[in-house]
């Protein structure tokens, strides 16, 4: 495999008040070129430190990747470091200071000195567009490596990789490529679904590798396997052989694919079925909604709901009997199962989901610590609730009542759990 | 300034599958005690790049922060690392086992021997307590440097530096501290705010620096003071001065300071007034109410609300005339005035708050582009409107639909916005 250092460029990636979320994009990028990063090397806007870091990074690997340090102002040095780097001088790029230009008029405003020297690259590299931005990306073949400058801004950054990077490097630098699939398992522990693939992990051939990336919730299973352009198609074939195989051990509880997120996946599976949903939101207050909403489509499916956050709300809105409330207290069966049934009813949408839980950090009981959850869900058949007792923090307990509510729904969806009460 | 280097250790860094987000955190830690991070030196599960990235930060640095690669599986080896690098073997420690007896325990697990071998570190180190897991911190003086070796899980991690590892490296490596106070301004472009405070900026004494951290939305203006333990109050006085002098000049655009966020001014300032708020959401599906919820104590203040993603949903529960529906659109100025009075007729709350948008990627035409929300907030005086155009992109419209809604609502609340009509 060839390698790759990335140098992410930034005092404000030094001083923690902006995180690198670039070297990881790009990283996994690569990876699947068959382009393996050796090193991250994060420096601060210091000539002498990105020098360096420049000189360590061609000593260990064939392709630098440098991000950051493109703006107009004084204290963004790539440039003139990649200047001294490449032993050439800033020129003026036409095509570039077109771009800005456009880019400027486009948002109403005039190109400043500033923003017109940001067309001017060393005269040793070769310009990548940046459609996004006014800063160019630069590609340098010196000194047997390949340099390549890129803009801090992720999404200026991103398309300038995949339009202009990726495929470059891949026929230069890589006769490999690395084939991934994943299955996306909900509600079983890692260390539980390790147990179950046991034997699965056994008789695994040595090419594939398997990874086990836990979220919470969740767990991402992935399979890898190093191919090459050549094996590609076969090698899918054994890839996915053997990824059906886990999904086959693992059951229902894999709920999707690669891709797949848990809300995209009902998006999609109620929209193919012609149906519609609702959804009561009481200690989780819009969260599942505002999880189906970033979904492009999903109006298709989601009706919208009822965010009843109080008591109140939850009488005169979903019609729970205030009796029941009393008795039971929010955050019961019968109120998760009123609140799924009335939600059903007053949107008239095939499906209702209702969550009542007590998030914290203050709220909770001997009985009902924070933390527990009921969870209804309401069809044409009755209506049913589960219980679940998550943790001590607010916001991860609303995280995991969120997907436990919507892999209830595609449970019930995919007809695992049965008819409800009525 | 002391100087420190961090080592995040891991294979999936390297491969992105995860994102470095420890790095950051604790270099905004350090930067405050004083502390300067002059490297960030990422490097995977290897013997050989690990001990060359010590060799290398020792060579720059006084204080080098390792993360990661305490697991109990073989390819965790930074503890074998630090062997070598310390010249010491490993040696069972007494509390860290007990520790991982309990913990086990709490979970009602077995502890098998590769959990036990995590209570072994070099004899060379002083163990650093951890409460949240299993792997033990580890401290070592040695060589004339600092070597502190933190476990990867963030909240492991974050309780280590916290309770044991800060407070001993600022007495012992910094006679300086950073004072920070910051602004959190809402709807002024980054380039406004700048043209704003340039006179501001001129009159600033040298040893105040001012940054600007963009984030969708709002900006938030630091400004930051080296100082020392001595001059700390005097230095906080007069930081607080130029803090307060660019708030006056910036004005109603202010809207919190340091930790603050949009959501928990508002829930702040509406629970002192003893005001209650409903909430109709149509393109942001929830969104609005998950920001709400987020902050402890939110159901003081937030009763709950409408996703009324439908049509249906804001004629049958918002009571907006379908007739005005028809005519006007869901998306305009008379639609986002019926959902805020209704929900706020529905819920009896102080304060109705509504977004009626399209979020796209579809959905837009040309008068009524994908970007186009409509914002409405009734209180008991009447209902006004505002119309906004965001951009292109779903989730960025979203989020900024939600963030501008709950800055009418401040704003509203501030008696900045005068009366609606009725």
Not at 46 to 66: W, Y
Not at 206 to 212: F, G, N, S, V, W
Request: charged letters at 20%; hydrophobic letters at 40%.
């Amino acid at each position: 495999m060839n390698s790759a250092v990335i140098i992410p460029v930034g005092d404000e990636l030094l001083n923690g008040s902006v995180t690198d979320t670039n070297s990881a994009w790009i990283a996994s990028r690569l990876f699947l070129s068959g382009i393996e990063v050796k090193r991250i090397l994060c420096v601060g806007d210091t000539m002498e430190e990105l020098l360096s870091a420049i000189t360590l990074a061609t000593q260990i690997a064939d392709i630098i990747i440098i991000t950051g340090g493109l703006g107009p102002t004084k204290d963004d040095i790539t440039k003139h470091a990649l200047c001294i780097w490449s032993g050439s001088a800033l020129k003026r790029d036409e095509p570039s200071y077109q771009r800005i230009l456009q880019y400027m008029k486009a948002r109403g405003r005039e190109v400043n000195s500033l923003n017109a020297s940001q067309a001017d690259v060393p005269a040793a590299c070769r310009v990548l567009p940046n459609i996004n931005g006014t800063a160019p990306g630069m590609w340098f073949d010196l000194h047997g490596k390949t340099l390549i400058s890129l803009p801090g801004v992720p999404y200026e950054m991103k398309a300038i990789i995949e339009d202009f990077v990726l495929q470059d490097l891949q026929s230069r630098y890589s006769d490999s490529l690395i084939l991934e699939s994943s299955l996306l398992v909900s509600g079983v522990p890692e260390s539980e679904l390790a147990l179950l693939l046991e034997g699965f992990e056994r008789d695994l051939p040595y090419r594939l590798q398997i990874a086990y990336l836990p979220e919470p919730g969740l767990v991402k299973l992935k399979l890898r396997l190093q191919s090459s352009p050549a094996n590609k198609s076969a090698d899918l074939i054994l890839l996915n052989t053997w990824i059906d195989k886990a999904a086959d051990i693992i059951g229902i509880a894999v709920l999707g694919r690669n891709g797949d997120t848990l809300e995209s996946v009902i998006i999609s599976d109620l929209r193919s079925a012609g149906k519609t949903l609702a959804i009561a939101e009481s200690c989780t207050g819009g969260t599942i909604g505002s999880m189906l909403v970033s979904i492009p489509g999903a109006s298709d499916v989601f009706v919208g709901g009822v965010m009843s956050y109080s008591n109140e709300m939850k009488v005169s809105l979903l019609g729970v009997d205030s009796e029941i409330l009393h008795s039971h207290g929010a955050v019961s069966e019968a109120v998760a199962c009123a609140m799924a049934v009335g939600v059903r009813k007053l949107s008239q949408s095939d499906y209702g989901l209702s969550v009542t839980g007590i998030a914290g950090p203050d709220g909770g009981s001997k009985d009902k610590p924070v933390g527990t959850v009921w969870i209804g869900i309401a069809d044409s058949t009755g209506v049913q609730a589960f219980h679940f007792r998550f943790e001590q923090h607010r916001m991860r307990n609303i995280r995991k009542a969120s997907l436990a509510a919507l892999d209830i729904l595609r449970k019930k969806h995919w007809g695992f759990l049965g008819k409800g009460s009525n």
